[in-house]
């Protein structure tokens, strides 16, 4: 596994919270460094990396880069907490680990800074968090990966989990609105006043399941569940893992023979251009792998993650003069206001594949530390 050790180092080499290589939106953008669930995904498999291999490095690095957006008063540059976006709030819960690791008060606070936008973020008439302000009465599955984990770390660990069946209940709606029934597969979105162009005006709904939406999901599930006490909310826990257990049942017929991978649009996997993805498959191999590590899943399910991850490796990790490089990574996909981000099969397919992109780099690190807990090659 040195190939990965070398690439992990490659990667931190290169970067800094003002250009941080792996962040291709914003590279492609010329935009300025900013609070973002990127970066915040990355840094997040870094400190898992930490404390995997217990290498000071990678704590040091996470914290330069997250002390370089906090502010003493617990303010976050670049970070306004009124625009009611949810993706905003990932990055949130590197907060809480450096915390707890550096004592840092600023941090403290500024876990108080992230969650103000929850307390004031508009909501579905399910009670839901609207994804963003400029999308609203809209449900996404990404927005449940990029919220509802730090909701429910905050309840429980500076609330007395007051909040904590909000959370819950957020996860049911989703389950109860979003899944489809015949397949077990969760469509990418949901607009609860029927209004926007992409949707199903009776259910709602968008129209396919996008394989990286669906890792959201599942991490979402998993990173919540982590935090959950059982003596508090033992009965609500198993809910989850039961519908954990049921989407991983979901996908398992859709993945790919050869490669273990998953397709893009994960249900139409013959139909040209659709292509195996990098970051929604390296996100089922991290979830699966790691449920299985924390008793979700029974053991017979971690031949499925692992099948995956490697997969990946075989097919998109390479080298180019003298650099790794990790391919087939979908760079960004969505349903906004623009009619090119409608939703369709071909809508998909026309989104920019990219490579070393934090969406796909992040979730095969985290793949790599689950085999690492089983100390195997």
């Keep these: ?64 880069f997250i002390d370089y957006f906090v502010n003493d008063d617990g303010s976050i540059q670049s970070y306004d907490p009124y625009e009611y976006n949810l993706d905003n709030v990932n990055a949130g819960k590197t907060l809480f680990d ?21 307390k004031g973020q508009p909501r579905t008439s399910t009670g839901n968090f609207w994804h963003k302000l400029i999308y609203p009465n809209q449900i996404w599955l990404d927005g449940t990966y990029m919220a509802q984990p ?47 162009f992409w949707c199903d005006k009776v259910t709602g709904l968008s129209d396919n399941f996008w394989l990286r939406a669906l890792g959201w999901y599942a ?7 982590d935090v959950m006490p059982d003596d508090k909310l033992g009965k609500e826990k198993k809910e989850l893992n039961r519908i954990y257990k049921e989407l991983i049942d979901a996908m398992i017929p859709y993945q790919d023979e050869e490669y273990g991978m998953w397709y893009q649009v994960v249900n139409r996997g013959g139909i040209k251009p659709n292509y195996l993805e990098t970051s929604g498959s390296a996100i089922f191999a991290y979830a699966i792998m790691r449920s299985v590590r924390m008793g979700y899943l029974d053991e017979s399910y971690y031949q499925y993650g692992r099948k995956a991850f490697d997969g990946i490796c075989r097919k998109y990790l390479s080298e180019k ?22 939703g369709t099969f071909e809508y998909y397919m026309r ?8 969406k796909g780099v992040a979730p095969l690190i985290q793949a790599y530390i689950e085999i690492m807990h089983r100390g195997e090659n």
Excluded at 157 to 186: E, H, I, K, P
Excluded at 219 to 225: C, Q, S, V, Y
């Design 1 to 64: 596994m040195q190939i990965l050790d070398r690439y992990i180092e490659q990667l931190l080499e290169k970067s800094s919270p003002q250009m941080p290589i792996w962040n291709i939106e914003k590279i492609k953008a010329g935009a300025e460094p900013s609070w973002n669930y990127m970066d915040g995904f990355m840094i997040h498999a870094i400190l898992e990396l930490y404390h995997m291999t217990k290498k000071e490095e990678y704590l040091t690095f996470a914290d330069n």
């Design 219 to 225: 991490m979402a599930l998993i990173d919540t569940m």
């Design 351 to 358: 989104e920019p594949i990219v490579q070393n992109e934090a």
């Design 98 to 118: 450096l915390y707890e690791l550096t004592g840092k008060e600023k941090y403290r606070r500024a876990i108080d800074t992230v969650y103000s936008q929850l």
């Design 321 to 342: 003069d003298g650099e790794l490089q990790l391919d087939g990574i979908c760079l960004v996909a969505g349903l906004g206001n623009k009619q090119m981000r409608e």
């Design 150 to 196: 730090f909701y429910m770390q905050y309840e429980v660990t500076f609330n007395d989990c007051a909040n904590c069946l909000d959370s819950y209940n957020q996860f049911l709606n989703v389950y109860n609105l979003m899944r489809d029934t015949r397949n077990g597969l969760y469509y990418h979105a949901y607009d609860d006043s029927r209004q926007m």
